[in-house]
C-alpha cells in the first residue's frame, strides 16, 4: 500500500508541475486573471480526477505523458467548478480548502472570468494536444463537455440550488450527486479509456466504479458537512441546502456510503489483477478527512 500511495503522489506531482505550464499570462494586462486562476489551481487539490485517469491508462498500457493534456484538463474543470460554485449568488462560501475563496481574494467580477477562461483552456489543452489522434480528441472533448454541461456539473449545480430545505427528495438528492460529483469521476475513467482504445464492456465497468465512487465520495462530503471540523475540513459547512445526510441521517448514510463502495470494487473485479490501484484509490478516498 505504501509503494501506490508513493505512486499517487508522484502522480500528483506531475499534475502540479504540468498544470503550472499551461496558465501562464499572455500579456502583462491578464496578470491579475491569471493569478486568481493560479491561486485555486495551486492551493492544494487532491488532484483525484487526473490520478483516476493515470490509473485506468495504466490498465491499458497507456502512460501519463500520453495522458497529461487530457489528466490536466480535468483538474482545470474541477478547478473552475469550485471556483463558480464558491460564488455568493452559487453556494455562498467564503473559504475553500482552508483558504479564503477566489472571489473573496480576486473580487466576484474576476473569480467568474477565472473560471469561465480556466474551463474554456481545459478543452483548448486537449484540442492542442498533437500527440492524441484527432479522432480520439474529438471523442475526449465531447465527453468532457458532456460531463460538465447541462447533463452533468451545470445540470446538477442547477437542481442543487432549487432545492431549498425540506422541499427536496431521494430523486433530487441522486439527481444532484450524478450529476455534481460522479459526472466528472465518471469522464475521467472513460477519457482515459478512450485513449487507450478500451471496449464497450470496460468503459461500462469503469463508468459504473466512477459513478458508485463518486456517490460515495459525495455522501462522506455530506457527513463532513454534518459532523465535521471546519478548520479540517478547509471550507464553509452547513451551508449546503440539500445533501445526503440532511435526508437520510447520519447512520443510513455511512451505511449507503459503504453500499457504494462495495459497488465501484465489484464493477472493477473485471480487470482481475489490474484493478488493485482502483481498489487502493477506493480505500484511500474514503479514509480521507477532507
Ligand atoms: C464552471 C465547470 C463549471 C461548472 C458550473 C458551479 C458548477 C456548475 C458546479 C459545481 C460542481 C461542484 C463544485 C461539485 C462538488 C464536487 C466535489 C465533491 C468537490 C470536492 O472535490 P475534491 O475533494 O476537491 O476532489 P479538492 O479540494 O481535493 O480538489
Known amino acids: 500500500m505504501d509503494n501506490i500511495i508513493a505512486e499517487f503522489k508522484s502522480m500528483k506531482q506531475y499534475v502540479d508541475d504540468n498544470l503550472g505550464r499551461y496558465i501562464v499570462p499572455e500579456v502583462p494586462l491578464l496578470n491579475e486573471l491569471t493569478e486568481s486562476i493560479n491561486y485555486t489551481l495551486f492551493s492544494g487539490g487532491k488532484r483525484i480526477r487526473p490520478i483516476f485517469c493515470f490509473l485506468v491508462g495504466e490498465i491499458f498500457g497507456i502512460n501519463k505523458e500520453k495522458l497529461r493534456s487530457v489528466a490536466c484538463s480535468l483538474e482545470m474543470i474541477h478547478t473552475a467548478s469550485l471556483i463558480m460554485d464558491d460564488l455568493p449568488h452559487m453556494d455562498n462560501a467564503a473559504t475553500r480548502r ?73 430523486s433530487a438528492i441522486e439527481f444532484i450527486h450524478t450529476h455534481k460529483t460522479a459526472s466528472l469521476f465518471v469522464a475521467s475513467g472513460t477519457v482515459a479509456a478512450i485513449i487507450g482504445d478500451a471496449d464497450a464492456a470496460q468503459i461500462e465497468a469503469l463508468a459504473s466504479y466512477a459513478n458508485s465512487l463518486g456517490f460515495a465520495f459525495q455522501i462522506l462530503d455530506d457527513l463532513f458537512d454534518a459532523e465535521g471540523n471546519e478548520t479540517e475540513v478547509g471550507k464553509t459547512l452547513h451551508c449546503d441546502k440539500s445533501n445526503y445526510v440532511i435526508l437520510h441521517g447520519v447512520d443510513a448514510s455511512k451505511k449507503r456510503l459503504q453500499q457504494y463502495t462495495e459497488k465501484a470494487l465489484d464493477a472493477v473485479a473485471l480487470f482481475g489483477s489490474k484493478n488493485t490501484k482502483l481498489v487502493a484509490l477506493c480505500q484511500m478516498l474514503l479514509q480521507r478527512r477532507s
Open 98 to 170: 482552508g483558504k479564503p475563496a477566489n472571489h473573496v481574494v480576486y473580487g466576484q467580477d474576476v473569480a467568474a472570468l477565472a473560471s469561465i477562461g480556466l474551463l474554456t483552456k481545459a478543452y483548448e489543452v486537449v484540442m492542442a494536444d498533437g500527440t492524441v489522434s484527432d479522432v480520439k480528441k474529438v471523442a475526449v472533448v465531447r465527453k468532457l463537455a458532456n460531463a460538465v454541461g447541462l447533463s452533468g456539473l451545470v445540470g446538477g449545480q442547477f437542481v442543487d440550488l432549487k432545492f431549498g430545505r425540506g422541499a427536496f427528495d431521494q
